[in-house]
């Protein structure tokens, strides 16, 4: 039997990267998703989220990136696939190259 092995949800949490950090904290500076969902979607707990979020803002302010609310809620990853869905009922936009 392997001693090296560790159960799941223990041992060391899962990091964002530099870009992960700055995306998760515009989409919930933008309102688009709670903190706990973008923990589930980045596979990190909401108070590594949280963590982002502090660290990153004050970067973003300090240069000149006013960041909107946006009015679309998402609270749940059914939600997120709902929202990413094609709409059935939209056009969609082709370009013919010549080839």
Do not use: C, W
């Not at 949800?9 to 903190?35: C, W």
């Not at 963590?51 to 946006?70: C, D, F, M, W």
């Not at 609270?75 to 082709?94: C, E, G, H, I, M």
């Amino acid at each position: 039997m392997r001693n090296d092995l560790v159960a799941p949800g223990t041992g060391a949490k899962a990091k964002l990267t530099q870009a992960d950090r700055i995306l998760a904290t515009v989409l919930h500076l933008r309102k688009l998703a709670t903190m706990d969902l973008l923990g589930q979607l980045f596979g990190v707990t909401a108070m590594t989220i949280s963590r982002a979020k502090q660290e990153v803002r004050p970067y973003l302010e300090a240069h000149g990136h006013h960041i909107n609310t946006s009015t679309a809620r998402l609270r749940t990853p059914a939600d997120v696939a709902t929202f990413l869905a094609p709409d059935p009922t939209q056009t969609k936009v082709t370009s013919h190259l010549a080839g």
